[in-house]
Each structure stands twice: as structure tokens, then as C-alpha cells.
């Protein structure tokens, strides 16, 4: 890898990483309880005393952002393959994809309501509290939304049931199957740009980087 990329490939890797290190503690409400930490990156931020957390998420996301846009005048210039930015773009997306969840961890309330559907339970007039008590899928919910009814529509509820299903109700394996999902789906729009734009061409690679 050349110089000039290997550094653009470092700076998207250390924004990223910082975003995974901070953004699921950040998300973390002191009274849910996660399957399990991460590795400390679930742990719950002491409100005791100030935090440099957020000021690194910032940092983070502001990393990744400088690398995407070094990226894209990589490509503009004609420094960039497509190759380069399918490794790039592998290499950024590492920590999100074996990470914990980030700034938000509805996929818990996800699994609640998948785990409802499982046992018959109607999430649009029971809330996940009427699950067994102590059970991992609603200890796992912010206590904001254990008491709510699903605000999502059936379509949403359909999928949620059948992960829950697929996953044998893991809360991690649930997690992990909505990381696979999500890259899969990304990454097939970009795949089929890449076999109708003629090789030697930077059309596909600005593209790639765009809605990436």
C-alpha cells in the first residue's frame, strides 16, 4: 500500500475504532444490563464526574469523516482503485462489524419485541416489561422503553420475530445477524455498480465512496 494511502487507511481505522471504543458506553443506561460488556466497551460512564467519552466519539467521527474525504480526492484524482477502496473500506468497517452497538442499543428492544412475537405476546398491547422477569432480553432494554408499546409497524415486527427465531433469542447473535445484514445489503448496490461502469474509470469509485 503507498504511502499516501496507508494513511488514509490508518486515519479511517483510528476514527472508527475511537467511534466503537466510546459511542456504545455513551449509549449505555446505568440500569440496563447488555448480555455482556464487550470487553469493557458496554461498561456504564460514571456521572460522578466529567467524562472526555464525548469529546472522543467527536474526535472519532471526526477522523473518519477527514479519511472519507481524503479517500475522495484519491478517487477524484485518479490515485484510487476500486480494489484500494473495497480494502479501505474492509478495513474501516472491522471494529463496526465485530463491535459492540453503537450510540443507541435499540437492538435490544428489537429483540424484546421478537421474543413477544416468539411467545405470542401482541408488542401493540403489551409492553416488553410482561416478559419473564430477569430474563436477558428485557433486562437488556433501556428502562425508558420497557413500559412502551412497539412504535414500529408490522413489516418491522415481521423481521424482528424471525431474527429472534433464527437466533435461537441470542441477544448477541441477534446483534450480530443485523452487523451482517446491514454490511451484506451495503455492500450489493456497490458490487453491481463496479460490473457496469468500464474499468479504468473513477465514475464507479466516487460512487462507491458516496453511498458508502
Do not use: K
Not at 464487550?38 to 456504564?44: A, C, D, H, M, T
Not at 484524482?77 to 477502496?85: E, I
Amino acid at each position: 500500500m503507498r504511502p499516501g494511502l496507508a494513511g488514509v487507511a490508518f486515519l479511517g481505522l483510528a476514527g472508527s475504532c475511537l467511534v466503537v471504543a466510546t459511542g456504545g458506553r455513551l449509549a449505555r443506561q446505568p440500569l440496563a444490563e447488555p448480555p455482556t460488556t464487550w470487553g469493557g466497551l458496554l461498561n456504564p460512564v460514571s456521572t460522578d464526574s466529567m467524562s472526555v467519552l464525548p469529546a472522543l466519539l467527536i474526535g472519532g467521527i471526526a477522523l473518519t469523516l477527514a479519511a472519507w474525504v481524503r479517500a475522495y480526492v484519491l478517487a477524484e484524482s485518479h490515485r484510487l482503485s476500486a480494489r484500494a477502496g473495497l480494502v479501505l473500506l474492509a478495513l474501516w468497517m472491522a471494529p463496526v462489524t465485530f463491535g459492540p452497538p453503537i450510540l443507541s442499543l435499540d437492538v435490544y428492544s428489537y429483540a424484546a419485541h421478537g421474543m413477544m412475537l416468539a411467545t405470542s405476546l401482541d408488542p401493540y398491547s403489551t409492553a416488553p416489561v410482561a416478559l419473564p422477569l430477569g430474563s436477558p432480553q428485557i433486562t437488556a432494554v433501556d428502562p425508558l422503553w420497557r413500559s412502551s408499546l412497539a412504535p414500529y409497524g408490522p413489516l418491522a415486527l415481521a423481521v424482528f420475530r424471525a431474527v429472534h427465531t433464527l437466533t435461537g433469542g441470542s441477544l448477541i447473535g441477534r446483534h450480530r445477524f443485523r452487523q451482517r445484514t446491514t454490511r451484506t445489503t451495503g455492500w450489493l448496490p456497490r458490487g453491481g455498480q463496479s460490473r457496469v461502469t468500464p474499468a479504468g474509470q473513477t465514475t464507479w469509485t466516487v460512487l462507491f465512496l458516496l453511498r458508502a
